[in-house]
């Protein structure tokens, strides 16, 4: 239950446990604190399925009215990456057809579809915002490699062009940040791909770029963060439109706090950034995953020394960052 709460990915369990158990009973979860991010979705579809669901006490019970789930057309009224996952985990294993319309058609969504399919599950239409399951009885074991980390790919682009260097990055997936590779060639950081590798250049002070965040395959609302970041040191001005969550703004004040000028427009979408040249170091607090690793990037290249208090929420999407960092000549440790 503790983990549930600090985890919104806790969710997840949800859709497996009701198909192939009949129940569930799973506390409401927690996570960032960027933004209401409901879990609608997810009820409303189960529910279509066949499912009994009540919300008391802070918790979500779930209970199966037939011995399966039962095959449903469900239409999200929005794009949910858990919520298609979710539904998509659960309708594996109900009776007859699924049709999973104005699904989300991020990679991790598509690499899990493909996970199930190795799993024996029967799903059409992978890739797309329609995805089409026939219920089989039961899945088997298998063997399989997940995708590599996006979000982690980009936000070390992110940090050399905002530091400038050189970085090759091995085991990823260039396909996959189409957007986000387009709009650091714009910035002027050199790229070189193939499959599985990206080579990357800065040799000069990045140009600011603007940018809306969309779902995929527009650019992630997970790295509009990095990227502000690198806006903060950028030649020129530049606007990001966030259009995911109502609430990601909450590094605009910490990197404020570092010396950048950025404003953000009364409705509370847009964030005006007028590049600086230079950042000073400063005692900052993440409030957020990608927060915690835009005030990172924006430490590399601040002038003096910059402590960020929260790398709790770091340490949820990075693994051991300090450590890749410093490996790349960065000046870096963690203190606690």
């Known amino acids: 239950d503790e983990l549930a709460k600090t985890m919104r990915a806790s969710i997840l369990v949800l859709g497996p446990l009701l198909s192939r158990f009949g129940s569930a009973r799973i506390s409401l979860p927690g996570g960032c604190a960027i933004g209401k991010?409901?879990?609608?979705?997810?009820?409303?579809?189960?529910?279509?399925?066949?499912?009994?669901?009540?919300?008391?006490?802070?918790?979500?019970?779930?209970?199966?009215?037939?011995?399966?789930?039962?095959?449903?057309?469900?239409?999200?009224?929005?794009?949910?990456?858990?919520?298609?996952?979710?539904?998509?985990?659960?309708?594996?294993?109900?009776?007859?057809?699924?049709?999973?319309?104005?699904?989300?058609?991020?990679?991790e969504v598509t690499d899990l579809a493909k996970l199930l399919v190795a799993m024996g599950a029967k799903i059409e239409g992978i890739g797309s915002n329609h995805l089409v399951i026939q219920g089989v009885d039961a899945l088997h074991g298998t063997e399989y490699e997940i995708i590599p980390d996006r979000i982690e790919t980009g936000t070390f682009l992110c940090a050399v062009a905002v530091t400038g260097g050189e970085i090759t990055l091995e085991n990823c997936r260039p396909d996959t940040l189409d957007d986000v590779i387009a709009k650091l060639e714009e910035a002027g950081l050199s790229i070189?791909?193939?499959?599985?590798?990206?080579?990357?250049?800065?040799?000069?002070?990045?140009?600011?770029?603007?940018?809306?965040?969309s779902e995929y395959p527009g650019f992630p609302t997970d790295m509009q963060a990095p990227f502000m970041a690198l806006n903060s040191v950028a030649l020129g001005n530049s606007s990001v439109t966030e259009n995911i969550f109502e609430n990601r703004f909450m590094h605009v004040q910490e990197l404020n706090r570092l010396g950048a000028h950025i404003s953000i427009s009364i409705d509370g979408k847009t964030a005006y950034v007028e590049g600086v040249q230079h950042l000073s170091g400063a005692?900052?607090?993440?409030?957020?995953?990608?927060?915690?690793?835009?005030?990172?990037?924006?430490?590399?290249?601040?002038?003096?020394?910059?402590?960020?208090?929260?790398?709790?929420?770091?340490?949820?999407?990075?693994?051991?960052?300090?450590?890749k960092l410093r490996a790349l000549g960065a000046d870096i440790q963690r203190v606690i």
């Open 192 to 213: 070189k791909t193939t499959v599985t590798k990206i080579h990357a250049v800065m040799k000069h002070r990045p140009k600011a770029v603007s940018f809306e965040t």
């Open 37 to 107: 991010r409901p879990v609608d979705q997810h009820i409303e579809g189960l529910r279509m399925m066949g499912a009994q669901i009540e919300i008391e006490d802070g918790y979500i019970k779930a209970t199966r009215v037939n011995t399966r789930l039962q095959g449903a057309r469900i239409l999200m009224d929005m794009i949910t990456v858990t919520g298609t996952e979710n539904l998509l985990m659960a309708a594996v294993l109900a009776k007859g057809q699924t049709d999973l319309e104005n699904a989300a058609m991020e990679p």
């Open 283 to 323: 005692t900052v607090k993440a409030t957020d995953l990608r927060a915690a690793a835009s005030l990172v990037i924006a430490g590399l290249v601040a002038d003096g020394e910059t402590l960020v208090e929260g790398i709790n929420h770091l340490d949820r999407g990075y693994d051991k960052m300090e450590c």
